[in-house]
């Protein structure tokens, strides 16, 4: 055979050569830390799946010794695969999906104001909710009507309320304030705002004009959020109970003022808030709240169509009535509200109808409350400000 033959015969054989098998002892050699004379040529021989590459400090040339082999480690299954997946057809469950995963989830803001919801209208409309003589409903006023409140005072008016220590913590008091704005929401900002910063969360039991009580939904709200008519009987059997009432002496002649008369208080009346606390040993807490006259500035009063409405003024502001509905949108004024230290009465019940004592209890508030407005004024130069 020629050199030629010689090397095309050794290059056909090399192709021919099966896959060689593993020996009897390649198991062993590989477990003491040696490679097998023979390395595994195919699947069949390793074991593995075909495609897959030997790992790093496995694969070398026939013969060669090689070193100590890492252990091998399992990879960690994965969820969700097909080998573990359990019985024929089924799905792995998934956390926060079927079924009862949903329900593991208590903590959902969501949920709780949903089922909160529905059983505040199972209530209402099983009639299982109190009111007391006067027609408060405390749970309809938290819910419903102090919400919007709370939002108003809070991110609309940005209010700041100080000396809420002075209100007392548990039984009567008589909250006494200054009225502006052309129209009353001092008093329902005052109200929300002391039960959300009082630490007792107190409602304040407003005493209202005749007016408010004979219009049709107001009169109705009214009574469901705690106010009543603004006469003595009714103020003393409120502080006779231990509520905390609030009363605006100025009446309409506070709301209704110009904006050139803003912040300077009008004439108290008669001083029958003061009876009704002198007779029942109420303590008086003044407060001053500033911010209120700028929420629709009254520029004019046409008195004459106030007549024919039935009211007692009828207003002309910089946006009503301009602005048609829109006008009643309050301009965002900054307010501040201070409760000035309350003024005992106890050691005064005897004086309950002299007409000097009441005057002058009455005036020691007025002018509580007017110096109290200069102070924050000067707290608060600008009326848009921040």
């Known amino acids: 055979m020629t050199g030629q033959e010689r090397d095309d015969a050794g290059a056909r054989g090399r192709f021919r050569v099966p896959p060689a098998a593993p020996g009897p002892d390649a198991e062993p050699a590989r477990r003491n830390g040696h490679r097998p004379a023979s390395p595994p040529a195919g699947p069949e021989s390793s074991g593995r799946s075909p495609g897959k590459s030997e790992a790093p400090g496995r694969s070398g040339t026939a013969g060669r010794p090689a070193g100590p082999e890492a252990p091998r480690t399992e990879a960690p299954r994965r969820a969700g695969r097909a080998d573990d997946a359990g019985p024929a057809g089924a799905r792995p469950e998934t956390p926060?999906?079927?079924?009862?995963?949903?329900?593991?989830?208590?903590g959902d803001p969501w949920d709780r104001k949903v089922a909160g919801a529905l059983a505040f209208l199972r209530r209402r409309l099983s009639g299982d909710y109190e009111v007391d003589e006067f027609g408060f409903?405390?749970?309809?006023?938290?819910?419903?009507?102090?919400?919007?409140?709370?939002?108003?005072?809070?991110?609309?008016?940005?209010?700041?309320?100080?000396?809420?220590?002075?209100?007392?913590?548990?039984?009567?008091?008589?909250?006494?304030?200054?009225?502006?704005?052309?129209?009353?929401?001092?008093?329902?900002?005052?109200?929300?705002?002391?039960?959300?910063?009082?630490?007792?969360?107190?409602?304040?039991?407003?005493?209202?004009?005749?007016?408010?009580?004979?219009?049709?939904?107001?009169?109705?709200?009214?009574?469901?959020?705690?106010?009543?008519?603004?006469?003595?009987?009714?103020?003393?059997?409120?502080?006779?109970?231990?509520?905390?009432?609030?009363?605006?002496?100025?009446?309409f002649k506070g709301v209704g003022k110009l904006y050139s008369d803003r912040y300077k208080l009008q004439r108290f009346g008669r001083g029958g808030f003061v009876s009704a606390?002198?007779?029942?040993?109420?303590?008086?807490?003044?407060?001053?709240?500033?911010?209120?006259?700028?929420?629709?500035?009254?520029?004019?009063?046409?008195?004459?169509?106030?007549?024919?409405?039935k009211l007692p003024y009828f207003p002309v502001t910089p946006t009503f009535p301009w602005l048609g509905p829109l006008g009643m949108i309050p301009l965002p004024s900054k307010w501040l509200i201070e409760f000035c230290p309350p003024i005992p009465t106890a050691h005064l019940t005897d004086s309950a109808d002299d007409p000097l004592v009441v005057f002058n209890l009455a005036d020691q508030v007025r002018e509580t409350i007017q110096q109290t407005l200069h102070k924050l004024l000067e707290r608060r130069p600008d009326p848009f400000g921040p």
């Open 96 to 106: 926060g999906r079927d079924g009862p995963a949903v329900a593991d989830r208590p």
């Open 137 to 251: 409903d405390p749970e309809l006023t938290k819910a419903v009507l102090h919400p919007p409140l709370r939002v108003l005072y809070r991110d609309w008016f940005r209010t700041e309320v100080t000396g809420v220590e002075h209100v007392p913590a548990d039984g009567a008091g008589l909250v006494v304030g200054n009225h502006s704005g052309t129209v009353a929401l001092d008093a329902l900002i005052l109200a929300t705002a002391l039960h959300d910063h009082h630490p007792a969360h107190r409602f304040l039991r407003l005493l209202g004009a005749d007016l408010v009580f004979r219009m049709p939904v107001v009169s109705e709200l009214a009574r469901k959020s705690g106010g009543t008519v603004a006469c003595n009987p009714d103020a003393e059997r409120l502080l006779r109970a231990g509520e905390l009432v609030g009363v605006f002496p100025e009446g």
């Open 277 to 309: 606390a002198l007779r029942t040993g109420t303590p008086i807490v003044p407060v001053a709240i500033v911010g209120g006259e700028e929420i629709y500035p009254m520029l004019a009063d046409i008195k004459p169509l106030a007549r024919l409405l």
